[in-house]
């Protein structure tokens, strides 16, 4: 059974940085997409970011160019979010999510399989 394991939210003023790790177990992810989405109070789950593992290549939300960045460990199965420049619009809790879809960009969080339950990132002004 694949597992997701969120790590790494918490407060940050305006400005600052954040990096989110998601530790996956139960499945062989070499040949997985790994995303991370983000919800806000009262706003639908969004996209942020995916990574395919085989490749390391990578996709960003308009939203974030720039300013995050998606990394994987292939060795320790974790996924990274490195946050920068962080705003308050980014205040969300955050989620990593991962498939088998062999397509790309994969984006859409209805083509995602399992989910983490999430971290929640503050960014205050």
């Known amino acids: 059974q694949v597992q997701l394991a969120e790590s790494g939210g918490g407060l940050v003023q305006a400005g600052g940085s954040l990096r989110l790790s998601c530790a996956a177990s139960g499945g062989t992810f070499s040949s997985y997409v790994m995303g991370w989405f983000r919800q806000a109070p009262g706003k639908e789950r969004e996209f942020v970011a995916a990574i395919k593992w085989s490749s390391s290549m990578t996709y960003y939300a308009d939203s974030v160019l720039g300013r995050i960045t998606i990394s994987g460990d292939n060795a320790e199965n974790t996924v990274y979010l490195q946050m920068n420049s962080l705003k308050p619009e980014d205040t969300a809790v955050y989620y990593c999510?991962?498939?088998?879809?062999?397509?790309?960009?994969?984006?859409?969080?209805?083509?995602?399989?399992?989910w983490g339950q999430g971290t929640q990132v503050t960014v205050s002004s």
């Open positions: 999510a991962t498939t088998r879809r062999a397509y790309w960009p994969i984006k859409r969080k209805s083509e995602y399989d399992y």
